[in-house]
């Protein structure tokens, strides 16, 4: 065998072993992944591409990763969360966002929160129940 064989099944090779780990080609060069980031590759499964960068986590908030099961990007500052309250991270299991504040409840009574599921919101007045 000349060298040119033994370097192109070694090519073939190398190739066949990146495409079990998922390969593809970013900017002409053959990379390992799922996704471009410039010409790296990455996995989307754990990373994202923010600004140019390779980062943990599945969105960006401004130039740094983070992940929404946990988090939110709130005024380009990661915040506990999945909602934003004039600038600030919550939970909107729990809370929600009354004239920019961050009350129990999930609706507003001017800016009292409140549960839908016990009260109801009669011209601005919580009352027990379903009926004003």
């Known amino acids: 065998m ?5 370097l192109f099944e070694v090519f073939l090779l190398l190739l066949t072993k990146l495409q079990f780990y998922e390969a593809l080609t970013c900017n002409g060069i053959i990379v390992a992944g799922n996704a471009c980031c410039g010409s790296q590759g990455y996995y989307v499964s754990s990373n994202t591409c ?3 960068v390779i980062v943990a986590g599945n969105a960006c908030c401004g130039s740094q ?3 929404t099961a946990s988090y939110t990007c709130c005024k380009d500052v990661i915040k506990a969360g999945n909602a934003c309250c004039d600038g600030q991270g919550y939970s ?3 809370y929600t966002c ?3 504040a961050i009350v129990a409840g999930n609706a507003c009574c001017g800016s009292q929160g409140y549960s839908t599921s016990s009260y109801i919101c009669c011209n601005g007045v ?3 129940g379903n009926i004003c």
């Open 2 to 6: 000349n060298f040119q064989v033994i």
């Open 50 to 52: 923010c600004n140019g």
């Open 65 to 67: 990763g983070y992940s």
């Open 92 to 94: 909107t299991s729990s």
């Open 98 to 100: 009354c004239k920019g």
């Open 126 to 128: 919580i009352k027990a």
